[in-house]
């Protein structure tokens, strides 16, 4: 186990290479664009779109359905708890099988926290990756396991999201007879979603940090952190790619895993309408539960997908035939149990600096 100062180092370390990362210029000259400020002016983009869609609907209608839901709003955030816990058990499935492996507990506590960090800073849903690794590090867990875990889990996140939309997908036909106007885009939508899915998986089995690091010198863009962790860096390329090889049954149980936590989402759609006393069938749930995740996954270059999220949810509440104002309200209350559930995340994040 490393001691101390070793431990330090290796946090420091990490947490540089990924402000490197974040901070990378990708246009020269006169301004310098970096993927942080591409997120910010997306996200001030989206706010001006979301004002502009309230203003529209008018503040005070979808107020009329949000108060139906009354005292039983607390109900609202058990889906979610239990999508959660899905999703760090298939993250514990994928961590090597040891001893001083991490409790579900301590998985659960730190996804929740990572996860927030993913939502809320401007880094392209990658924010929390650091966190989540140097806490597993601290912990015990050797640094490039707890790195593969976390790329794995993510391409296996997005895979499992992709199957989870187009059943949903697949089931509207039966849930509106006549169809949805946009099937055809949102099936292009999810398309290009599985697409990055899939590179990102492929990507893992061909030595991506060997190759990341040789752009980067390429480009005149490493730093003496970057090369002095070569040996690491083709230790975790090695793991990587190894791993689907030697671990196909974890590989399957993680992805169900992730499936199921999609899965349990649909419960907090069917539970919100019915609260706001207009109830849905469990497959007009999960339809707009898939569907509205695509949107969310779409926008993931925004801090918590503000706007793109929010835009999709009122296009699909309208064609659902469920109308403006009640589509405006649902993602309202869906909005403030992610709050709910982010707040607990930075509480989490606070406990760990």
């Not at 993913?118 to 590090?137: I, Y």
């Not at 005149?220 to 190894?242: N, P």
């Not at 992805?255 to 309408?273: D, H, K, N, R």
Request: charged share 15%.
């Amino acid at each position: 186990m490393q001691d101390a100062s070793e431990r330090q180092r290796s946090r420091t370390g990490l947490w540089q290479v990924v402000r490197n990362l974040s901070g990378t210029p990708f246009l020269k000259g006169a301004a310098v664009l970096t993927i942080r400020h591409l997120n910010l002016i997306l996200l001030v983009i989206a706010l001006c779109f979301m004002f502009a869609m309230l203003q529209g609907i008018g503040w005070s209608n979808p107020a009329l359905y949000i108060r139906q839901v009354g005292s039983y709003a607390p109900l609202i955030m058990a889906p979610y708890g239990v999508s959660s816990i899905l999703a760090a058990l298939a993250w514990k499935v994928l961590l090597p099988m040891k001893e001083n492996r991490p409790t579900l507990w301590r998985l659960w506590l730190l996804r929740l926290g990572g996860e927030s960090l993913n939502q809320l800073t401007p880094t392209a849903s990658l924010g929390g990756e650091p966190f989540k690794a140097l806490r597993l590090q601290a912990d015990g867990v050797p640094w490039h396991e707890a790195v593969a875990s976390l790329v794995i889990q993510k391409g296996l996140l997005v895979l499992s999201l992709v199957l989870y939309i187009l059943i949903a997908i697949a089931l509207v036909p039966f849930v509106l007879p006549d169809g949805h106007p946009r099937l055809g885009s949102l099936l292009l939508g999810v398309l290009v979603l599985g697409g990055l899915g899939v590179a990102f998986v492929v990507v893992q089995r061909s030595n991506p940090c060997s190759l990341l690091v040789r752009c980067m010198k390429r480009f005149g863009l490493t730093s003496g952190l970057v090369r002095g962790r070569e040996a690491d860096l083709e230790t975790l390329d090695a793991l990587l790619a190894g791993f689907y090889r030697a671990h196909p049954g974890r590989i399957l149980a993680a992805f169900s895993l992730f499936f199921l936590s999609w899965s349990a989402q649909s419960a907090e759609v069917f539970l919100i309408f019915t609260l706001m006393r207009h109830p849905l069938g469990w497959g007009v749930a999960l339809c707009l539960d898939g569907l509205a995740m695509l949107f969310t996954g779409l926008g993931f270059m925004i801090p918590a997908s503000l706007g793109v999220q929010d835009g999709g949810n009122l296009l699909l509440a309208l064609g659902f035939r469920l109308g403006a104002t009640l589509g405006v309200a649902f993602s309202i209350i869906r909005r403030v149990r992610e709050a709910v559930w982010l707040a607990l995340g930075l509480v989490v994040v606070a406990r760990e600096r």
